[in-house]
């Protein structure tokens, strides 16, 4: 059982450059967001998923697209990076409904130049 | 804006002593959590008390909910090295229609062998 995967767990860009981080995850779990951690501000949501075909925007949705047309995944979309958007991703799912705990990835660190 | 707020930012204690976070939270909640992460490393679900619950013990943890004052805290009992990481609080309000997982700005502890 592999829970939630990330990929790339590294990645450099330059600025204008688009790019796809991954997420799957194996728990038949509803509920996927993304979140950016930068040093002193916690995590932020950026979108989050309740279902297949349903997506939503979070606290920092600015520059970032998603789509959710499976259960397992949940990519994120970088559609012209910027120097702003350098962070750690992570990508969580969990159970809706019963007001679960989420599972996290280990990470995308991303370096936009 | 973020829903959880810990206090303090940073704490450091000498191996063997209690360790207690706080967070502050704005809105009503389903339920609220608590996660750890290790430096570098994704987050870990680490305890989860619910609306109705005042509180809740697990192994060296324990956590408390005042829903009058929108507060919990989070109380490690004799200290480890192995607790040094970042701890979070995180509300649940999917019992209003709001299924986001929201997270606080962290605190970090540091465990002084």
Redesign the interface.
Known sequence: NAG?TQTPKFQVLKTGQSMTLQCAQDMNHE?M?W?RQDP??????IH?S?GAGITDQ??VPNGYNVSRSTTEDFPLRLLSAAPSQTSVY?C?S?N??T?????????TRLTVV | ??QGEEDP?ALSIQEGENATMNCSYKTSI??L?W?RQNS??????LI?I?SNEREKHSGRLRVTLDTSKKSSSLLITASRAADTASY?C?T?A??FGN????????TRLTIIP
């Open positions: 939630v509920y967001s979140y002193g501000m916690g995590l932020r949501l989050y309740v979070g606290e992570f969580a969990r809706t409904g007001g679960g705990s989420a599972f996290f990835g280990q990470g | 804006s973020q930012q389903n339920n959590q996660y570098g490393r994704g987050l870990v679900h989860l619910r979070f995180a649940d999917s019992n299924e986001k997982l929201t997270f606080g700005t962290g």
